[in-house]
């Protein structure tokens, strides 16, 4: 079965730009998005189609897809940007990877 | 403005059953898959089960086919998840979501889910 690997956690100062990378097989090839979810919410979508952000998402928020790797980046990282971020696609069934937990320092 | 509003969830015996039901508003139900994502404590999202539109098609993920099944009434607005034969790695919080409409299989809307226990 298809996997999507993140790193478990990513580290960032305040103002700073994170990157957060999903890496599977020609997952370029396939749409990636990226969820946001804060502890005890539920997750919301921040990046759909690779590199689209959906109404209501800070423009800080983007995402690119080439070869086996989708980044989401976050330009001037805020505080309120530290939560679990997780990416999906699609391979005959809907995939996520395990999740990335950034840390604003 | 769209709403998902799960409820259904509970404690229940390992070999139990369950019924989810998630509630729908603020858009046209009947021109959406939709689908139930769930999230174990602790851990990761896990894609459970999807509908199209007219329940013509299912999909599940390999752990639960056989024991839960995906339906929805569009009279309703309605989406529901039928769990048999529950078993201790089932417990976790149920998301009912929507897909969004461009292509990509991106989940646009996510219900508050609904808590799943499965314990003696």
């Known amino acids: 079965s298809y996997e999507l690997t993140q790193p478990p956690s990513v580290s960032v100062s305040p103002g700073q730009t994170a990157s957060i990378t999903c890496s599977g097989d020609k997952l370029g090839d396939k749409y990636a998005c990226w969820y946001q979810q804060k502890p005890g919410q539920s997750p919301v979508l921040v990046i759909y189609q690779d590199s689209k952000r959906p109404s209501g998402i800070p423009e800080r928020f983007s995402g690119s897809n080439s070869g086996n790797t989708a980044t989401l980046t976050i330009s001037g990282t805020q505080a309120m940007d530290e939560a679990d971020y997780y990416c999906q696609a699609w391979d005959r069934a809907v995939v996520f990877g395990g999740g990335t937990k950034l840390t604003v320092l | 403005e769209v709403q998902l509003v799960e409820s259904g969830g509970g404690l229940v015996q390992p070999g139990g059953s369950l019924r989810l039901s998630c509630a729908a508003s603020?858009?046209?139900?009947?021109?959406?898959?939709m689908s139930w994502v769930r999230q174990a404590p602790g851990k990761g999202l896990e894609w459970v089960a999807n509908?199209?539109?007219?329940?013509?098609?299912?999909y599940y993920v390999d752990s639960v086919k056989g024991r839960f099944t995906i339906s929805r009434d569009n009279a309703k607005n309605s989406l529901y998840l039928q769990m048999n034969s529950l078993r201790a790695e089932d417990t976790a919080v149920y998301y009912c979501a929507r897909r969004g409409a461009a292509a990509g299989n991106y989940f646009q809307h996510w219900g508050q889910g609904t808590l799943v226990t499965v314990s003696s």
């Open positions: 509908i199209k539109q007219d329940g013509s098609e299912k």
């Open positions: 603020g858009f046209t139900f009947s021109s959406y898959w």
